[in-house]
Nanobody, 129 residues
Framework: QVQLAESGGGSVQAGGSLRLSCAAS????????MAWFRQAPGKEREGVAS???????????AYADSVKGRFTISRDNARNTVYLQMNSLKPEDTAMYYC???????????????????WGQGTQVTVSS
């Protein structure tokens, strides 16, 4: 079993930055896909950034077009934590942000929520204009 816990959300003005953290625990060392999703009220859950991990290696896979050049996914192996650095935030980035993960798989659509087995509880990000 795997547990994911997000933190780092908050309120920020447009143009500001936030760094979200996703701490993985349990049987998490063999996780292969990790991703960040977001969901705004009345909208579908949207894949924001994803990565493939194996052993101690970490390879970003995809970013949503709306966040390319502004958001970066990364990992601290020692802390077993995945981060989402968000810069140049816009009001349209306002949403609940979720961390997701799965074991195994190859050549999957890493920004599709349907491939993920494990989800965190979410952390709210609010960007004001």
């Amino acid at each position: 079993q795997v547990q994911l816990a997000e933190s780092g959300g908050g309120s920020v003005q447009a143009g500001g930055s936030l760094r979200l953290s996703c701490a993985a625990s349990g049987s998490s060392t063999s996780l292969n896909y990790m991703a960040w999703f977001r969901q705004a009220p009345g909208k579908e859950r949207e894949g924001v950034a994803s990565a493939y991990t194996w052993d101690s290696r970490f390879s970003p896979l995809a970013y949503a077009d709306s966040v390319k050049g502004r958001f970066t996914i990364s990992r601290d192996n020692a802390r077993n934590t995945v981060y989402l650095q968000m810069n140049s935030l816009k009001p349209e980035d306002t949403a609940m942000y979720y961390c997701a993960a799965r074991f195994g798989g190859n050549s999957l659509n890493s920004l599709s929520p349907s491939i993920y087995n494990y989800w965190g509880q979410g952390t709210q990000v609010t960007v004001s204009s």
